[in-house]
């Protein structure tokens, strides 16, 4: 290999092009650094990768944002769906890839969730990816089936008092902020129920409307349109204030746990490695799509609010949330599967 790469460097110099030739030799990042540098990035198709599937609260927000990143880098932006183990799966394909801006992940809070949960995973998040930018964060909802003889959280925590271990809920999976939030409620309140973990919200969601499980602590921006239908009973919102798409739904807080906030966050991540350069240009492609006025109008719409941040301050957000949930998983006596 490298008595090939000679010949074609000697060759490239033979033809005057050796500033070609020298960068055919230097190390993958290396090059990719140049190509950033000669603002090059992007040219062709840009992937991101997210851990669960289409129709779910954080892939709308995704998509959003995927459009508008299409428009001002000028290449296409598309959204990989990669389901299951809690993120894990698309987590770990983004770690293994190429460090070169074209394979990116929009990851929520489980990212800082399954060390915690999980005894074996195949990357490590802290070492193998490293961080973009915070996009957003979503308020959860408490939601019941039609079905289910509650209409406001008194009711709901009698309800689960006078039937322990006969009460079903639903998460978008083992670890997931919707799992622990709920865990978290249900010791606040002595109360307990039993866990149905599915592979990501959509199907949860089927299963809530059908009443297969009993009550859902689901992201808002999901649950809203079902509300909206009558299709899903609300009885509060994670949120520390009342939502403007449900001011008649009270909050968790005020109701049976005082300042105490539920909330789903999610980000942009790309592999370690990936030059600085290209990091740099898109947290500014990524801040500047959340601050048109148009969007940012689409994702609150929806239950969510908008975030945005510098690398940095994305970075220490990701720390301060994996020792929080830490603390909560241990609090609950969760033990790493």
């Not at 105490?260 to 801040?287: C, D, Q, R, Y």
């Not at 941040?309 to 790493?336: C, H, I, M, N």
Request: hydrophobic share 45%; aromatic share 6%.
């Amino acid at each position: 290999m490298q008595r090939l790469r000679r010949l074609v460097v000697g060759l490239l110099c033979g033809l005057g092009l050796c500033a070609a030739g020298a960068t055919l030799a230097q190390s993958p990042v290396t090059a990719a650094s140049a190509s950033a540098s000669a603002g090059t990035y992007p040219d062709h198709p840009i992937r991101i990768v997210i851990g669960f599937a289409a129709g779910g609260g954080t892939d709308a927000v995704l998509r959003s944002i995927a459009s508008k990143l299409s428009e001002s880098l000028g290449v296409s932006v598309f959204v990989d769906n990669k389901p299951g183990a809690n993120g894990n799966i698309a987590n770990d394909i983004v770690a293994k890839a190429p460090a070169d801006g074209y394979t990116l992940l929009y990851n929520t809070s489980s990212m800082v969730l399954s060390p915690h949960l999980y005894a074996k995973l195949t990357y490590n998040f802290e070492t193998e990816l490293t961080p973009i930018a915070l996009t957003a964060n979503i308020p959860l909802a408490l939601v019941v089936p039609l079905t289910v003889p509650v209409s406001n959280m008194a009711e709901f925590i009698a309800y689960l008092k006078q039937n322990p271990d006969k009460v079903n809920y639903a998460s978008a999976g083992n670890g997931n902020v919707t799992h622990l939030a709920t865990i978290q409620m249900l010791m606040s309140t002595g109360t307990q129920a039993i866990h149905v973990p599915y592979r990501s919200e959509a199907p949860a969601l089927t299963d809530v409307m059908g009443g297969q499980v009993q009550f859902y602590l689901g992201t808002a921006n999901a649950l809203i349109p079902l509300i909206r239908q009558g299709r899903v009973r609300p009885l509060a919102v994670g949120s520390l204030k009342r939502m403007e798409q449900l001011p008649d739904v009270p909050t968790i807080s005020e109701t049976i746990l005082p300042g105490v906030e539920f909330g789903a966050w999610s980000g942009f991540m790309a592999p370690a490695k990936t030059p600085p350069e290209i990091i740099a240009k898109l947290n500014a492609e990524i801040n500047k799509a959340l601050a048109d006025p148009a969007l940012r109008a689409k994702i609150i719409s929806t239950g969510a609010e908008v975030r945005g941040s510098t690398v940095d301050q994305y970075a220490k957000f990701l720390k301060s949330e994996y020792k929080r949930w830490g603390e909560a998983v241990k609090a609950a006596d969760l033990k790493p599967e």
